[in-house]
């Protein structure tokens, strides 16, 4: 008998596979669009909230659909007290992605939803409202860390506001000004979903095995905390916009980061290779921000890496590094900025996490073995 043979493609890092099919977007060099709408006008015309709505229900809302999306995700905001417990009892120097992840995990447990979810014949409303407490908590554990490292206690939600002035009010028990509150609600609605990017595709693969949705949201944070994926929007102010002040500085630091061909955080992409449409629609609101907060350096220094990498090594800035910025000049502590990407990209998560389990097999590829040839075991009285 003659064994089957399988015909291999190996593609390191799957570059260019296609893995699976998808309705939720299409990230394309010339286009990127959420269910068919291109991010530009969502950008321009509609909120993050109706962004949120598109994803999770597949169609921009009516008017009465978004307020009864409102007050559904203003229901589940408040935090149950053990989860709380948890987060104020950890270590001072947890990062906030770990305390992301361990407090979405700990919260799936009051979730009335669970059980029924893993049940025969359980369907994509179920995991619609799940997906809807998720992005509901989401501010509010992230708003709760940042009291208890503060000494203070958490504000409790105040129905009614938009989720990104709920995030202020709960965080720093206050409005934000109006320009605040715009750039906040477009980076949510800029991250809210990429296809196939590592940490949907995380998601997926946990999906396809029939576990549940949170769990899936929990591997998704892991995998986003990365800073080769989400987790780079920190890291570009921690490298870059905390320590330079000038674009004298900025040239220097660029020019040696580039011989010593070092990662320079917030530029390339794996899909994008002539800019992510996403930076370009940002890119107007960080220098609004830097005029605001009378910071003309920063912009310097925004500039001038930016020409410099493009001129040096053709790599176009990804959202992370506008992104940063814009969170950075609105005065945002740093360690909230790849939280703040969850508290956007879970829509996209929940969006794929049903779409798998409606049109499942499971993921599961094989890889090429590299390692010895077959050899036999030697008992271990016998090695040397
Ligand atoms: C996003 C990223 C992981 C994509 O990786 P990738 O698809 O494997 O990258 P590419 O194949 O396009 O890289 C091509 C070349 O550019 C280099 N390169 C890519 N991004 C670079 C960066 N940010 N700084 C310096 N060099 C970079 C690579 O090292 C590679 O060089 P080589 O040909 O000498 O080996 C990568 O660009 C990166 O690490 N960027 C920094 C982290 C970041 O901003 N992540 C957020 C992504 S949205």
New binding site residues.
Partial sequence: MTAAVVEEKYHP?LEGVIAGETSVSTVEQSSLAYRGYPIDQLAEHATFEETAYLLLHDTLPTRAELLRFRAEIDQHRTLTPAVLDVIRAMPRETPGMDVLRTAVSMAAHWDKHSGPDLAPGADASLWRAQGTVILAIVPTIIAARLRFLAGQQPIPPRPGLSHAAQFFHMAFGRQPQTLHERILDLTLTLYAEHEFNASTFAVRVCASTTSDIWSAVVAGIGTLKG???GG?NEEVVRHIFEPLRNGEQARKWTEDALARKQ????????VYKHGDHRAKILEPYVEKLAAERNDPGRLEVYRTVRDIVLQK?G?YP???YPCGLVYFLMGLPVDIYTPLFVASRVTGWCAHFIEQRLHNRIIRPRSRYIGPAIRSVVPLDQRA
């Fill in positions: 890092g800073p080769l994926h780079a990662l320079i955080m917030g530029f390339g992409h794996r090594k790599l990804n959202t992370d």
